[in-house]
């Protein structure tokens, strides 16, 4: 009775991508490798779980803090193709991370259990990634996104995918900028994401990022495989990695353009 009360919570919330988000930021910072970082996981793969999704969780090392963790729910298709959609799980210490970064992960976990239906043309991956801030690991890397990046090439990504996409700061302030380190707009993924964004009546422009890029894409790009962020437009996010990083300040309106923009952009044939 229980695992199906549990089950049963899961599902509706994950439903709402606002209350997911409110949920998660509410339980305060999430740094890599951290007790809530892991808790913020769990709640994903069982999301994961009850959408049907085959999950998968891949562990590495974030040197001089712990372990931390990718959780990947996969959904298969008959074809080969491929599309992946991640957010980051972890936030800086001292903030919340309601638009940094539950807003992502909670647009995710509401994809999970519409993936049937909304009949993605490729096999869809959807990951919660871990230790992406760099300010906390001092890395110069995205860790959970170098990570996820290489075992996508292990799983002939070179060939298969088609775009990865992090959203990441999609809670408010819209239009948002889809953004990419590529010097200029590219057929199979800016314009293919720019053109989900129509079709959902979803405003959106492409902004090249201004080096290689801060957000889980950038792992993607170095290794040579196509990927671009979704996030915060012009007016940029005051409350990056700071303690007004409240779940307060989320629009539900901008959690739900955010999703209608990806799922077109996972049914785009
Ligand atoms: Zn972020």
């Known amino acids: 009775m229980l695992a199906v009360a549990v089950a049963a919570a899961a ?6 991508p606002h209350s997911v988000a409110v949920r998660i930021s509410s339980w305060g910072p999430r740094p890599a490798a951290s007790d809530r970082e892991a808790r913020a996981h769990g709640l994903m793969e069982r999301v994961f779980h009850t959408a049907g999704l085959r999950v998968g969780v891949q562990e ?14 996969v959904y298969d298709t008959p074809r080969t193709c491929l599309r992946i959609v991640m957010a980051h799980t972890d936030s800086a210490p001292g903030a919340p991370g309601a638009n940094d970064n539950a807003s992502g992960l909670a647009v995710v976990a509401a994809l999970a259990g519409r993936l049937s239906r909304i009949d993605p043309r490729c096999d869809v991956w959807l990951v919660a990634t871990g230790a992406e801030e760099r300010v906390y690991t001092g890395s110069p890397d995205h860790l959970g996104a170098l990570a996820l990046a290489r075992r996508a090439r292990s799983h002939g990504a070179r060939r298969r ?12 302030d819209r239009p948002f900028w889809l953004r990419s380190p590529a010097s200029a707009v ?3 993924v800016e314009r293919a994401l720019l053109d989900a964004g129509s079709r959902g009546h979803v405003p959106l422009r492409w ?3 201004e080096s290689s890029g801060n ?5 993607f790009e170095l290794l040579g495989l196509p990927a671009a962020k979704l996030g915060v437009g012009a007016g940029g996010e005051p409350c990056r ?12 309106k901008s959690l739900t353009l955010a999703r209608r923009m ?8």
């Open 207 to 209: 902004v090249r990022d």
């Open 241 to 252: 990695h700071m303690a007004c990083d409240r779940p307060s300040r989320l629009d539900p």
């Open 161 to 172: 995918l088609q775009w990865a996409l992090s959203l990441d700061e999609v809670g408010r």
């Open 60 to 73: 590495f090392r974030v040197p001089g803090h712990g372990r931390s963790r990718n959780v990947i729910g």
């Open 11 to 16: 599902s509706a919330a994950a439903a709402d």
């Open 262 to 269: 990806t799922a077109a952009a996972l049914r785009a044939h």
């Open 186 to 188: 590219r057929p199979t």
């Open 215 to 219: 957000s889980d894409h950038r792992e």
